[in-house]
């Protein structure tokens, strides 16, 4: 009697799972789709970190050529005999039968050759090296106990020394004013756990004083820190880039300070006498901060007149117009009297139009120096009176 398809699909799970042989399945672009216990347990993945894996990671890279050839071309089989990179970084060899059938490849393997778990020290030294390559970052780790460093070949490289240069050195490549930093930093991580990241500057062996990005991180072993491993980056231009940045706005906004004051030349132009020539449009905005400066420097100055020079405007409309008799109305708030100056004909017909007549309590005069001479009869006035009378 014939299997059903439900019977032949338990089958095919339970051969699955249960075979001594590593199984696997994926797709043509190499990605795995599925893999049973013993492929797993063989190379010490979990089963979620392998879905969706390139299958072509697991290889030993100087081993992987032929799987690429095989996924790239349109061949059935391939007997592909590598070295396979377990998770604990050894290297298991491994003999895999792959097969392409209906757009997916499968994939049994069996162990040649088991190769027992890398000595510690080295595959710290892999996983660091790893780190280098990938990342473009040089690694380092110091074993607290003996006081041993070890550096990858980047960050021999940064420092511009030959490789195999005996690393055991101490902060003294950093620049003197980060020297405590640094110092402090690994200090605190060894004792304490505490991880630092910091950019900080060095001077290499040839003397370039160059921005390195330092990480450490402490590694403990029953409750004490025994070793520090770190990352170590040349972010000299990247600093650099950033540095130059920061000093462009702030020239910018400098600029703008000097703009922006330039819009509101508040001049104290005698005793007790303030002036502001005022240019161009007088917007909403730039009325209300035209009207909040001049206010503070009247009560800075203790000024008595304020002196409202129109001369460099060209042309006003009803809403200008408001703004500015806000202005000399706020002046006199303050106590202060205002003046105005400088109004052309052309501005005089749209104050009446607009205002209905002049500035109400205001005395308008033809320029700026008649205006400051007013101002200094008035000034001065009482004071010469105040002369005589004490002789």
Partial sequence: MPLSND????????????????????????????????????????????????????VVPEDVAPLHAFLRSSADELKLNARFLNRDLSHRAL??????????????????????????????????????????????????????QYWTEETYRIHELPVGFDPNVDVSFYTPEHQPIIGAAFEACAREGKPYDLQLQIIT???????????????LENGKVTRVIGAFQDIDDYKRREIELEEKLEIIEKQRSEIHALSVPIIQVWDDVLALPVMGEVEQ?????MTARLLDAVVANGARFVILDLTGVESVDEGTAERLTRILRAIRLLGAEGFVTGIRPGLAQTFIQCLGGGFDGVTTLRNLREAIQVCMRRVDGPRARARSSAR
């Fill in 95 to 148: 003999l895999f039968l792959l097969r392409r059938l209906g757009g997916k490849v499968y994939g049994t393997g069996i162990e040649v050759e088991a190769q027992g778990p890398v000595d510690e020290w080295q595959r710290r030294r892999d996983l660091l090296q790893k780190m280098q390559v990938t990342g473009r970052v040089g690694g380092w780790d110091v074993d607290l106990a003996t006081s041993t």
């Fill in 7 to 58: 019977e032949h699909g338990c089958q095919y799970e339970f051969f699955f799972q249960t075979s001594r042989d590593l199984l696997c399945v994926f797709r043509e672009d190499g990605r795995l789709l599925r893999t049973n216990e013993a492929f797993r347990t063989t190379l010490g993945y979990s089963e979620a970190s392998l879905v969706d894996e390139d299958f072509g990671r697991l």
């Fill in 205 to 219: 062996a040839k003397g370039n004083r160059i921005w390195v990005r330092t990480s450490g991180t402490a590694i």
């Fill in 285 to 289: 905005a730039r009325a209300d901060d």
